[in-house]
Structure formats: structure tokens, C-alpha cells
């Protein structure tokens, strides 16, 4: 059975700090949207409070997350012991996107390593935390990081990535413009 707690214990922390994967949820409000469930690898999660966390987020393909946390804010990160003993623990909150002009940035990003190819900080506050058994995940042996995006991100130019997160980036599956796609289109009309 599950237990249910207010914010990130001690214990959550090292259990999500030992953790190499983690994944987000997000859903926009309209019925007959779509749910997001995203993995995030590489070490961009910061624990900054018993309920207060952030990633650094890398650019992708899509960007639902952050158009979904435009929507609603509603998210819920998801870490699964492959190794050791069995666990899941869940995060649930409200997130908001910080992006790299706005002026919560350095303050925000002096605590990351900031990868090639970043694209915003998803910024989240925590209202409940929940760990669950987990004694049916499967044992699964980290073998390390991919540097696939990296390399990709490194091969483009400033402006092969803007044009990149352009086309990609700006308005979810579900047609919600995103912080990105807000800004870009401002910058765009100005």
C-alpha cells in the first residue's frame, strides 16, 4: 500500500537522487487531449526545497510538457527503483517554464550544468509525494548516458536550434502555444 506525504523526506531525496531516469506527466485540460508521459536522463533534476524541485529541459522533438503547464501547471514526476530494493515515488504539483530571457533564469540556472541544446527550466512546486511498492519493475542495468542529443544540439548553430525549436517546439499536438512559441512569436513581431 501506498503512503501519502506532504513534501520530499530525506529519505525521497536519496532515493530520487540515486535515481539516473526519472519521468514527467502532464495532460492539458480538455478532455480530448492528450496525456504526456516524458523520460528525462542526464543528471537536470535539483531538489531546492522539501517541495520545491526543477529540471533542466532539453530540446526535443515535441513540447508538450510545457504547453501543457501553460494550460493547467498540473505535473507529476515519476522515479522507479531498477535497482535495489523495490519503489516508486510520485511527485505531484504545479510547474511553470522558466525560459532563458525571462528573469528568474539565472537565478534558476546557476544550479544546473547547463547541457548543449537546453532549452528551458520546468520549474515545479510539490503539494503531495507518494511512494508505492513497485515490486513488479523489472531489474534493469544502467549502462550510462546517451550523448545523442548533445552531439546533435552541439552540430547546429544558435540559429539552426531556434529554427529547429521554430518548427518543433512552438504549439503542442493538441494546438496550446507554449512559452517557447510565445516568445519566439513576440521576439518575431517586434
Given amino acids: ?14 532515493f530520487i537522487r540515486k535515481q539516473r531516469i526519472f519521468f514527467v506527466g502532464s495532460a492539458p485540460l480538455s478532455a480530448d487531449g492528450h496525456v504526456n508521459i516524458s523520460p528525462k536522463g542526464h543528471d537536470v533534476l535539483r531538489i531546492f526545497s522539501p517541495n520545491e524541485v526543477a ?5 526535443g522533438s515535441g513540447n508538450e510538457t510545457s504547453a501543457h503547464l501553460i494550460d493547467n501547471g498540473r505535473m507529476t514526476f515519476m522515479f522507479l527503483a531498477f535497482e535495489g530494493p523495490p519503489m516508486i515515488l510520485r511527485l505531484y504539483g504545479k510547474g511553470k517554464v522558466v525560459l532563458p530571457d525571462s528573469p528568474e533564469w539565472n537565478d534558476m540556472a546557476k ?13 515545479a512546486e510539490i503539494e503531495t509525494v507518494k511512494t508505492s511498492c513497485g515490486f513488479s519493475v523489472p531489474f534493469y542495468s544502467y549502462m550510462g548516458e546517451r550523448d545523442t542529443l548533445q552531439q546533435w544540439a552541439m552540430n547546429k548553430s544558435e540559429q539552426g536550434l531556434e529554427e529547429y525549436r521554430k518548427e518543433k517546439n512552438t504549439i503542442s499536438m493538441d494546438g496550446i502555444v507554449t512559452p517557447l512559441g510565445k516568445c519566439l512569436s513576440n521576439f518575431n513581431n517586434d
Wanted: glycine share 6%.
Fill in 1 to 14: 500500500m501506498g503512503k501519502v506525504y506532504s513534501s520530499i523526506l530525506p529519505q525521497h531525496e536519496e
Fill in 55 to 59: 529540471y533542466l529541459d532539453l530540446t
Fill in 111 to 123: 544550479h544546473f550544468d547547463i547541457l548543449p541544446g537546453y532549452r528551458q527550466i520546468i520549474h
